[in-house]
């Protein structure tokens, strides 16, 4: 290994205990499949419950949502205006608790 490969090899692994290290990021990739790039600390955020998609009908059918753990539901902790975002667009399905 020459000297070039070892400093590549510290930055990298500089790199990964940085990102280990941080406090918290942001769960609404969870839910909109595409990761944010927010991280800070747990002091920033708020815990979401979300309800899967896939879960509404059945709880549709049921005539109410159940309760979490229960009903499936996920608790996200989210950086704030994520988790204002999950909520409005989940319809009624999601709420900041
Ligand atoms: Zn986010």
């Known amino acids: 290994m020459n000297k ?3 400093a590549d090899a510290l ?3 500089r790199a990964l205990r940085a990102k280990t290290a941080a406090p918290g990021s942001c769960q609404c990739g969870d839910v909109s499949g595409v990761q944010c790039a927010w991280a800070g600390p747990l002091a920033e955020t708020v815990l979401v419950e979300w309800m899967p998609e896939y879960l509404r009908a059945s709880h549709v059918a049921a005539g109410n949502a159940g309760m979490w753990p229960y009903n499936g539901a996920q608790r ?3 950086e704030r205006s994520c988790a204002d975002n999950i909520v409005i667009e989940s319809d009624g399905w999601a709420k900041i608790v």
């Open 4 to 6: 070039t490969q070892t």
């Open 11 to 13: 930055e990298r692994r």
């Open 76 to 78: 996200l902790r989210c």
